[in-house]
């Protein structure tokens, strides 16, 4: 997986999120802004990760492990039972 580049700066930070609030979008395959970063921040359980590019990957995102999104890759969530998580953008 990518690594956020020295050189972005946070902007925006979603709402914590849970297994019941997720929205329906990040579920299902979606990209971010061009030139916009993102990083999945678990606060407590698991979250699959897919990151929807050939070849595809699948992570599991943990508290000690966040996802990086790369700007306009492609991707999509998926709760692997009870999970709290936010995602911060960069640019």
Known sequence: MKILP???TAYKQTPVFTENTIPAGM???HTTKKDSWGKICVQSGQLRYHI???PSE???ITPDNPGIIEPQTPHKVESMGS???FVEFYH
Do not use: A
Request: charged share 20%; glycine share 0%.
């Open 6 to 8: 020295l050189n972005v």
């Open 27 to 29: 579920l299902h395959h």
């Open 52 to 54: 929807l590019t050939d």
């Open 58 to 60: 699948e992570h599991v």
């Open 83 to 85: 999970v709290e998580f």
